[in-house]
Nanobody, 126 residues
Framework: QVQLVESGGGLVQTGGSLKLSCAAS????????LGWFRQAPGKEREFVAA????????IGEENNKGRYFISKDAAWGTVYLEMNNLNPEDTAVYYC???????????????????WGQGTQVTVSS
């Protein structure tokens, strides 16, 4: 089992920045990838970014490349999502997720992520 706890969300004005953290515990070394997803009201949960245990990173949407940065600590216990130049379209609940033991490559596919945190709200005001 893997436990994930997100923090760092909040209310920010357009153009501002936030850095989300995801603290992972339990059998985290069974997970090859830690990722971030988000879900806005009335919309499906979507992939944001992911990073592998070896440090390979992937940002989902083209619009987010250059604004979003994902990183991890050396111990594979915490993953970060730095978000810059935020706009109201970034408003959503952001979830941290970890892949299961059957997934050994980078993935943006939601069903490959077996463990999920409770989410942290990010609200960007105009």
């Amino acid at each position: 089992q893997v436990q994930l706890v997100e923090s760092g969300g909040g209310l920010v004005q357009t153009g501002g920045s936030l850095k989300l953290s995801c603290a992972a515990s339990g059998s985290i070394f069974d997970s090859y990838v830690l990722g971030w997803f988000r879900q806005a009201p009335g919309k499906e949960r979507e992939f944001v970014a992911a990073i592998s245990r070896g440090g390979t990173a992937m940002i989902g949407e083209e619009n987010n490349k250059g604004r979003y940065f994902i990183s991890k600590d050396a111990a594979w216990g915490t993953v970060y999502l730095e978000m810059n130049n935020l706009n109201p379209e970034d408003t959503a609940v952001y979830y941290c997720a970890a892949t299961g033991t059957g997934t050994m490559g980078m993935t943006a596919t939601l069903r490959h992520y077996k463990y999920w945190g409770q989410g942290t709200q990010v609200t960007v005001s105009s």
